[in-house]
């Protein structure tokens, strides 16, 4: 199976007026079942949620405070992401001009239009915060915290990637973690950024909308769904792009002696090194024919690509005819037949510098 986690928002995605409904909750655990973790991510304070919601046993992991707080529901054990809130900005909101806050966590929660007297006690103050917002509601979190963070977080602790994991939410404070997820979905009931940014949106609403979207899983017909923004870009024809998919497929490169090949392989890899700058795949890339492909006279594209080039396996007869920027790149060589000495003593010699 490809995807291994489910990273879902609270409330309006799996609660409806703050319930979740026993249809809902079964599927989490067929998802459980099936192998795969899961991951709540709210931006409730921790104790709100628990007093509405009573089933934290069904997730792996329960991300709170809209990225603040990280839970784990097998050892209770609560984890702080963010510093506690500064206690200046909690005195001037209080203030009797000021809406009050509702709670003394990591987060503040006001409903809108009120972010213009946030606005203004942050600059008065001359904080680095930030504010998002959540519906009818607006967030003052530390900068650099959001759902993002706190499912980084979680999937750290799960020995996860965000690369295995298809996220769901609907509000305007879950595209931070929904455009990290591999595969990212908005419910039917989403806010139509949500949508934007999502790869697909399911037919149902909130928890029927979950639903909808673990059964996909739990039956891997998710697995051969590749999002548009995970394609690889070769070329154009004909006035539109050709795209390949960054996993799920083999790709045959044939053709005849002098009719580009080695051209064309030479013009992918940059592709795909930047693919991985920015999604962290394809976890590797291995060529085969390498002295074709990377040949001596191959030089990356730019300084930054020349160190990205890890996680990479070359498969060659010549060594000595592949790009010595590639061979300082090697980190360790398997020499395979019945001189392997040869082998290492000439891939040793080509990635010295060359006299000028």
């Avoid at 990225?67 to 784990?72: E, I, N």
């Avoid at 999502?198 to 609403?205: I, L, N, P, S, V």
Wanted: aromatic share 4%; glycine share 8%; with cysteine.
């Amino acid at each position: 199976m490809r995807y291994l986690a489910l990273a879902t928002d609270y409330d309006g995605t799996l609660a409806q007026g703050g319930r979740v409904s026993d249809d809902t909750l079964d599927a989490i655990r067929r998802l459980r079942q099936s192998g795969r973790k899961v991951i709540l991510i709210s931006g409730r304070v921790l104790s709100d949620l628990e007093t509405v919601f009573s089933h934290f046993e069904l997730f792996d992991s329960v991300v709170a405070e809209n990225g603040a707080v990280l839970y784990t529901p097998s050892t209770r054990e609560k984890q702080a992401l963010a510093p506690p809130p500064h206690e200046g900005l909690v005195a001037e909101l209080r203030r009797p001009w000021r809406p009050a806050p509702r709670n003394r966590r990591r987060h503040r929660g006001y409903l809108a239009p009120q972010e213009t007297a946030v606005l203004e006690s942050i600059r008065e103050l001359g904080l680095e915060m930030q504010v998002i917002f959540n519906k009818g509601a607006v967030m003052v979190l530390p900068s650099g915290i959001n759902k993002r963070s706190g499912l980084c977080a979680a999937l750290e602790a799960l020995a996860l990637s965000e690369h295995e994991v298809v996220g769901i939410g609907d509000a305007e404070n879950d595209h931070a973690f929904l455009r990290s997820c591999e595969c990212a979905v908005a419910v039917a009931n989403a806010h139509p950024a949500i949508k934007e940014t999502a790869d697909f949106t399911t037919r149902g609403d909130h928890g029927a909308g979950a639903v909808e979207l673990i059964d996909l899983i739990v039956a891997n017909q998710l697995d051969g769904r590749i999002p548009n923004r995970h394609w690889v870009p070769l070329g154009r024809e004909d006035g539109r792009e050709v795209c390949v998919p960054a996993s799920g497929s083999t790709l045959l490169v044939a053709g005849t002696s002098g009719s580009g090949k080695s051209t064309f392989i030479a013009g992918l890899l940059p592709r795909l090194q930047e693919m991985r700058q920015r999604t962290g795949r394809p976890h590797w890339i291995i060529a085969d024919g390498a002295h074709h492909m990377l040949g001596a006279d191959w030089a990356p594209a730019s300084p930054e690509l020349a160190n990205q080039l890890q996680n990479l396996i070359l498969i060659t007869v010549h060594p000595d005819h592949v790009s010595p920027v590639a061979l300082k790149a090697v980190d360790g060589l398997v020499s395979i037949g019945a001189q392997p000495g040869k082998a290492a003593q000439s891939s040793r010699r080509s990635a010295e510098p060359r006299a000028r």
